[in-house]
């Protein structure tokens, strides 16, 4: 049974850090696609970032030199390290595994940012 574990959301001021971390079990983690998507209220849910199983990265716009994402294939862990902050940048934010086609999802974790 595939498991992601969120950590790492909260309340930060504009322009400060916080770093995401979506743990995962049931599966052989190296071998696929890590993402991290966000939605906000009365919106859609978007694509934040994604890292493939050889390392390469993709970024949304609105988040490309702030956010970073990474991965442990070693621990089966893939981060999110967001960095500059926007109150446009609150959400809940939900880590994504595809594998072999087929998506997981975490239960999701709020992000928000508020003077």
């Known amino acids: 049974q595939v498991q992601l574990v969120e950590s790492g959301g909260g309340l930060v001021q504009p322009g400060g850090s916080l770093r995401l971390s979506c743990g995962a079990s049931?599966?052989?983690?190296?071998?696929?696609?890590g993402s991290w998507y966000r939605q906000a209220p009365g919106k859609q849910r978007e694509l934040v970032a994604s890292i493939t199983s050889d390392g390469n990265t993709n970024y949304a716009d609105s988040v490309r030199g702030r956010f970073t994402i990474s991965r442990d294939n070693a621990n089966n862990t893939v981060d999110l390290q967001m960095n500059d902050l926007k109150p446009e940048d609150m959400a809940v934010y939900y880590c994504n595994i595809l594998r072999f086609g087929t998506p997981y999802w975490g239960q999701g974790t709020q992000v928000t940012v508020s003077s």
């Open positions: 049931g599966i052989i983690f190296r071998l696929h696609t």
